[in-house]
């Protein structure tokens, strides 16, 4: 069954026909995330490429080109085969892409993602040359990182089936969280090769383990249980044990105590290792969403071939049920109309109660799903909702993104909240505000 | 330009062709909206239609065939007109319709739109034969048209352009108010030619007065100016003054106090005439969508083409805006490598630049537009989850419709919220209360 042929257009529109086409169009609509899972399988390893990357180029940067240069090559060369294997998995998507209806938000992160790729290979010299400083070189990499995973949640955001899209959502954390652990690991290891956290490290530091914990409690509330489990256990690894130290380590150490610069190595080592196990729990949520995926199409495309042989083997008696308009003549006698034949024809009623039954189960089955969606639609919406509130502080109080995020936890702290809940208020004394 | 054609996959993606796509993509979807309208507008000629021949039809029934006769066979033939015109906006939109990977749900309403459409000529019979009930009639009729009101609400929801979807809401809530002021009419001429009003009458009548100045009150929220001043010249008309005093004597009336059956004449004009200027406002609201949907179409056509030139224009320092990724071979300088051209480049930078802010202005537009949806959305949104509250009370108390509106408006007076926040409340308490 060839689904993406476009249906002819029927001679006399009826229940049948669009019931049939509701039916193919959700058959295309899981066609399109079977090929979307490919996509964000590619740019969950694209951006595990980079993160790799980043933080061997501030190593060599830190080192001044002493340590991880061979690596550091390496790496560069892997993002690169990651990154051709994403322009594939795209060329493969790119028709249903560019010709969505409601696709034109998707386009414009791809085209920023794009922007973003486009000036990789300058950073890439700036860095062979040392020509940059480690925090710039970060704030470079992880820009485009953020890019890459804006292109997934927005990808989770087009989601109609709920159980496809709670995947998604349980992705798009993932993805978040471990580009903050990304993000700490930079952090930390700018604290101890320097000897020392200041203050703003230390704090950076916090800011990031626990917005990476928001991350991976959101995704515990949405993930299938395998990838919930993966994640549990990595929780519970000894080596969480040794990072919490060296977090308190680095955190608690007074301003004039120099730390061990050794450390640094050790610090890099454990959380890449903790990068390498989150980019496996991602893994296994692809392999959920891509095999939920498949069951969901294989569903649906029995379920379409069983309508489209109960109304075949309902057509015998003729058009019935298509919509008869019929003209009343004035001074004509209704019950000689043809339209009668209807009301009398047991097997017309018969008929006409089991295409109202099979719609009715499709609006139902529809209606479900928007109910059942929404939960995932509110986890999207309340990430949307407090970027908007850090932003908004961010201008409002000139202050910055860490800052931002600490002043909206501690508002949530104080009024006893949760923090989209502080978030949604503050959005909207927006107005206010300004 | 045809903007149908599919975009060729490009040889490379690059941020300026997906920005193009994006751009593209909104244009696809405002021609999607122009063909939406015809629709749109065929689907509220019909419902007008409909509502005539149903009032006709109450009014031959209720006189046992001695009133309203010719008038109704005219009525049907309009109608069965006004049908045929459906269904060449279907067949107008039926590929972008079938193919639109998100509208399952607009093709469920349509079938079971159909599905209704389809025993149209069955009830008419019944009808010409006053084999049916006056109520039975009404409520035949009151079905079919509910169902291709869900069709433009549907419609409604997929809106992704503010200024549209504004209109849509407006447009299904003028619809919906208009079709409570049918239901009203078809009550006050059961209670009239009764010669008076029992309770459940009067209660029924209350609450459809109340509806529909609801539907009226965010209609007005919504609506383009004009449409609003027809609708406010439409409430300030000496008509109204007599609707009221005709309401007043048909609830106030005493069990035992019978009413001047030739009333019913009257009230019956009266309310027909107002649904008619009813019409014309919805007509309005038709142009005005229309007019919209032209403008933002020509206004983005331009956009893309003026996008197409500058991209064009800046496209001489050849491909240096491509993502360039270079391999680092380990050993190699980095300072020869091809990568380098960019950084030094200033016609690239220049160029680099000015894609990056027209990346940026189209993601900035696009994020606006989502905002500027929310209070179109919220208001559908408000107007579902009613409903939900609604068929919630209906099965948990087992009352009807009338008295299920009742209770949930006696809930947020006696609370002083509002009654879309009393229903979610509802909704929310949807699980305890099963």
Known sequence: MDISKRQRNPAQPSAEAYLIASRRCELMNLQYFLQMGKLIQSI???VHGLQRERGASTIFLGSDGEKFGPERNAMVAESTCLYTVFERALAEIHEE???HPVGSHLLAHLASAFHGLGSLSALRTQVNARSLSVSDATESYSMLIHRLIAVVFEAAETAVDPSLARLLVAMVHLMNGKEFCGQERATGSAGFSGGRFDIALSQRMTHLVEAQERCFEVFLGFADEHSCGLLR??????????????RQLGCSVGRYKALDPALSDHWFALI????????KVEESVEGSFHGRCAERFAEARNSLAHHE????SLDQPANSALPLLVLCEPGRNGETQSGEAWSSDGIGQRFGRSIFDLVQEQSRRLQQMSEDLQSAKE???DR????????????????????????LRKLAM?????????????VSMADVLK
């Open 233 to 246: 256990s990595l929780r519970a690894h000894q080596r969480e044990k040794e990072i919490e130290r060296l």
């Open 44 to 46: 969950s390893n694209l």
């Open 309 to 312: 042989a109960l109304i075949a």
């Open 97 to 99: 892409l560019t010709t």
């Open 384 to 407: 949307k909702t407090q970027e908007k509130a850090v932003l908004l502080l961010m201008s409002h109080r000139k202050i910055d993104n860490d800052e931002a995020h600490r002043v």
């Open 414 to 426: 104080d009024q006893g909240k949760k923090l989209p809940e502080v978030a949604r208020a503050l």
């Open 272 to 279: 890449s290792e903790r990068m390498d196990e989150l980019k």
């Open 379 to 381: 986890a999207l919406e």
